[in-house]
């Protein structure tokens, strides 16, 4: 695989961004607003990431993903505070019983496609912020305490881990065999693919890293109450998937990475900064339909720019 | 008589429902679009009755008629701004720019004039009479009324008129209707106007039957109104009515019931429901898909 050439590359990556960064926290040269800022950022790109898996490589139209966000942080928030367990532990248990709620909606909702499948997903997502709140021992609308665990460790290892199981399903014969649903499902199904497993397969493990992301949220922040993962919520992390470009994984990550610094300066005015989102959004569809980067990644323009006549692999 | 009380309220509400799904329902049957911003034009028209009756005295008549003109202009402009490049595009592209506009709506009323709500001026006198030992206000046979009315309006345009002809011709098949000399832009844009006029006399109703508006109130009801109209049988007209009714009915009684905090997720069960056993709806014929 070629691909696979580019493993080591990351990993030395993302240990040398580890380190500095731990560093600069550790040794106080990066206040507690930067910090926070990171985490946030991580938690973003792990969401945008595991939507990509869905939208970008998949196809699967979902504008629910707030709801497996939802049950990651409920689930690891009582972990760690009813229960007393672990912080890693309540990590790993939200992301699956959040993969399990990925299985409970997919199975039955993505026999359904294109819109009706956006619309079934972001029922369901309601139907889950509506169960949270209606139950007592979780606060209901006035929300839940939850301690502050998430440090910048937790937050990177648990990108990292995201992004490389997700590059190595892409890149395998079963990501391959989403990518061709995405393209065609009919021909996929044809060429005797079983269409309906790697729908709901990728919509699993795009649910089980949500939840991975909502303990970490979850842990974040000082509260968690359900009005947190509405739809405004969903469509943040589509947002970030949306300008990456469909498709692309690099893309996610960049648009996570920017928006979520554009979205911190602009916290005191969120109505400008919905507009600039919806505007943003309406743009880049009437002018670049498949998101800024479309289905190229990052390392596809550095052969480009060696080869300038070739083409990437990707090359359509 | 509780109940006949009960189910008057869910007619109500469902008329409601059933104004505002027959612009959904009217535009995903000629574009295959469904327009998320449709239950923002509803928020708009709510907020043009509400001026007109509190800035220039207008009474509820003047009002509707007001809302319903400024929404079906705003519809149009919509459509030709933000979808009409669309036509080809891709579904997934049409539905994320419809959430954009959706959303810039939204947010640009906030923007202008904050997001605190207002309380609808009480145009009629909260008179009520009994039948059959049930409470009914003049309100609710008023938007009944006017519901009923509007929604014959809308059957005979559809169904008598040159351009109802147009529009039937143009969901049907686009191309064979451009081969018979129909404009299809102007239907199309013809088709946003119908529809969001319906939806700004569904916001007037919604004011003065529900008296709180602000600018996030279109959001549920529009989801609500895409359920009523998936339940129907999206595309068709008839269906967006039933929905609607049955969709207000089957909430007020989960409500009445007892579990006033689910009702938002009784929509979404009976939506998941109908998408999963019968995705063409009530109405709605089984059509196979071509490669």
Known sequence: ?316 | MEWIQQLINGISLGSIYALIALGYTMVYGIIKLINFAHGDVFMVGSFIGFYSITVFGLGFFPALIISMAACALFGVIIERIAYKRLRNATRIAALITAIGVSLLIEYGVIYIRGAQPEAYPDIFSNKTFSILGAQISIQSVLILSVSIVLMILLQFIVHKTKTGKAMRAVSHDVEAAKLMGINVDNTISATFAIGSALAGAAGVIFGVYYTKIDPLMGVIPGLKAFVAAVLGGIGIIPGAMVGGLVLGVVETIVSALGFSLWRDAAAFIILILILIFRPSGIFGKNTREKV
Not at chain 1, 161 to 174: D, E, G, L, P, Y
């Open chain 1, 1 to 316: 695989m070629k691909k696979s050439k580019q493993f080591w590359p990351f990993i030395i990556v993302a240990v040398l961004v580890y380190v500095v960064v731990q560093v600069l926290i550790s040794t106080g040269m990066m206040n507690q607003f930067y910090s926070n800022t990171l985490i946030l950022i991580a938690i973003n790109i792990i969401l945008a990431v595991s939507l990509h898996l869905v939208i970008g490589i998949t196809g699967q139209f979902s504008i629910g993903h707030a709801g497996f966000l939802a049950v990651g942080a409920y689930i690891s928030a009582i972990i760690t505070m009813k229960l007393q367990l672990p912080f890693a532990l309540a990590i790993i248990v939200g992301g699956v019983v959040a993969a399990l709620a990925g299985l409970i909606v997919g199975i039955p909702s993505l026999r359904l496609k294109g819109d009706y499948l956006a619309i079934a997903t972001l029922g369901f997502a309601e139907i889950i912020r509506i169960v949270f709140l209606n139950i007592d021992a979780v606060g209901g609308a006035a929300g839940m305490q939850v301690s502050h665990l998430t440090t910048w460790t937790y937050a990177f290892v648990c990108l990292v881990i995201t992004i490389i199981v997700i590059v190595n399903f892409t890149n395998s014969r079963h990501g391959l065999a989403a990518i061709s649903v995405r393209e065609n499902e009919i021909a996929s199904d044809a060429m005797g693919i079983n269409t309906t497993y790697y729908k709901v397969i990728a919509f699993a493990i795009g649910s089980f890293f949500a939840g991975v992301a909502g303990a970490l949220f979850s842990h974040n922040f000082y509260i968690i109450q359900p009005s947190q993962f509405g739809f405004l919520k969903s469509f943040d992390i589509l947002i970030f998937v949306v300008l990456g470009g469909l498709g692309s994984l690099s893309g996610a990550v960049l648009s996570a990475i920017l928006l979520t610094i554009v979205s911190t300066y602009l916290q005191g005015y969120p109505e400008t900064r919905m507009i600039i989102y919806s505007l943003v959004l309406i743009i880049v569809m009437l002018y670049r339909p498949k998101g800024l980067m479309g289905t190229m990644e990052i390392t596809d323009y550095f052969k480009l720019w060696r080869t300038p006549k070739g083409g990437g692999q990707h090359g359509k």
